[in-house]
DNA sequence: ATTACATTAGGACAAGTGTCCCAAAAAAGG
DNA sequence: CCTTTTTTGGGACACTTGTCCTAATGTAAT
């Protein structure tokens, strides 16, 4: 049980964090979920801050991963973005409830004025640079960012009206349209 | 003073409420924003649900009325929805700061579980059945309600990236892409 | 076994929360 | 003018919040 304890917290922080909001997550709340007291609590993390920097370290650890599987896993840069897009259907039950982990949360952390703001945006920028660096491998060194930023946009777009509506076919449709452009861009890049 | 009092209430929480987010907002932040007691404050809302369903409804008020403006000053549906899009030129700063009103309200409630969650919906649905409007005004009768979706999308994924990176250039950029987008729907749609 | 350290429980603390009451002041109506 | 109603200020309320302390317990190493 040596840092088990502490994981354990981070888990459930990580949880709470995103289905009711960091803000509307109290000690009293995630000490419960791991059913310790409080004093424990306060041994392994003494603010509140703190937890919250646990919690971004471990998303963009796990996020880190997941791309690094992807790059391994998948060879075409192309399929490699839609596998992105495709989160968007993965969890759609999730986002549907609680919309997207990454923009929410940058989103909550920026109306609290939050010092964590940098960390959290930090995991939106990991996938980012994760598909600035695909829409290179394509050929697109020029513009690979700009559509680095697109690709995020239609899935933060996707998610917050996921979220709003809970609507499945709406999120499947938004996705294939996005995978047809994704490949409409592609095929003007291989002409030009 | 009849309803004065009252009106600036609900008119420094709308505001509150869409810097610092609903619940980072206190009874005694907006007292001191307008200058009045508590004792006061009480007197017009009984709790903090009333005022956000107060703000709700003045937001939704506020939007109709823009929307009916730009129907009666611009005629061409193709230009109503061009206005829409460039809200996020207009309202750039604001949105940079703290997200879409609508979108981080709607994200907000949705993770507190709040009672209102349909009220801030609506003012999402008012702005998608306004440009399903549009879009069937321009003879997609089809699927306009497809096409407002994928416009309300795209201004949402925008205003939350926005928000994250700050980046004016990457607005102006998406912002002329999206219309380039609705042009070229909207040439297929007369050829058909 | 004894020392040293890590972990835990339980509670105390001040500050802030939303809610509510009541009496004074102001306004309105006759 | 006097009465009635509305509006206001000031404070009390029960509760939760994040923070912190201390004492007890477990665990590991010498």
Not at 26 to 43: K, P, T
Not at 171 to 182: Q, S
């Amino acid at each position: 049980m040596r840092k088990k304890t502490r994981d354990h917290i981070v888990m459930a922080a990580d949880r709470l964090f995103y289905e009711r909001g960091y803000e509307h997550t109290s000690f009293a709340d995630i000490a419960a979920e791991v059913a310790i007291s409080r004093g424990n609590f306060y041994h392994h993390f003494k603010t509140k801050d703190e937890i919250l920097e646990a919690v971004i370290a471990v998303r963009l650890t796990d996020r880190a991963i997941m791309l690094g599987r992807w790059e391994a896993e998948v060879a075409s840069p192309l399929e490699r973005v839609m596998r992105f897009v495709k989160i968007l259907i993965v969890n759609q039950s999730k986002i549907k409830q609680h919309g997207c982990p990454v923009g929410t949360l940058c989103t909550e952390l920026s109306k609290l004025d939050h010092a964590q703001q940098d960390g959290a945006n930090g995991i939106m920028d990991l996938f980012r640079q994760w598909l600035t660096r695909q829409f290179r491998n394509m050929g697109r060194e020029r513009d690979a960012d700009d559509l680095a930023m697109h690709v995020l946009m239609r899935s933060q777009g996707i998610a917050v009206l996921a979220n709003t509506y809970r609507d499945d076919t709406f999120v499947r449709r938004e996705v294939e349209l996005a995978e047809a452009w994704l490949r409409s861009e592609l095929a003007t890049s291989t002409t030009v």
